[in-house]
């Protein structure tokens, strides 16, 4: 069984090469150091690092299902429409303002998810560093509205 194995190089790859990573891309760098593996043993691999609360599993908008490996402090994502970099973000008053919706509706929170869409303002302030190569198309890509 090399489940195992598996395991810690896609963490590695995770943490080093590809913060949030598609199965497929998963695959294609797992493959550098094992290379027959196959997809399958990749999507369950990292269904059984899901599982362990290890890697959470994201959408960013694009259609496709990205994974992280799980932070301390929850963080969520800023998607730049020009570049389809990935900023991260943590705001203690985002969790605060959603628990105080979900309260007022009659509900405890127990999860959400938030994707922020935008573009870089020309003032300098904006465009922080997108995490390493994590780019996705544009919802305007997506929707075939390229340039719109
Ligand atoms: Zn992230």
Request: proline share 3%; charged share 25%; hydrophobic share 40%.
């Amino acid at each position: 069984m090399r489940i195992g194995r598996y395991r810690r190089s896609v963490l590695r790859i995770l943490a080093d090469e590809q913060r949030h990573a598609s199965v497929d891309q998963i695959h294609q760098a797992l493959r550098r150091e094992h290379p027959k593996i196959r997809l399958a043993t990749v999507y369950r691999t990292v269904k059984i690092l899901e599982e362990a609360g290890v890697l959470i599993r994201l959408d960013l908008g694009d259609g496709v299902m990205r994974y992280e490996a799980a932070d301390d402090i929850r963080h969520d994502h800023l998607i730049d429409q020009h570049t389809g970099g990935v900023v991260e973000f943590h705001d203690e008053r985002v969790q605060a303002l959603l628990t105080s919706i979900a309260a007022r509706l009659g509900y405890t929170l127990t999860g959400y998810n938030l994707n922020l869409y935008g573009s870089a303002q020309a003032t300098g302030q904006g465009g922080l560093p997108a995490t390493r190569p994590s780019r996705i198309p544009s919802p305007a890509i997506l929707a075939g509205r390229a340039g719109a």
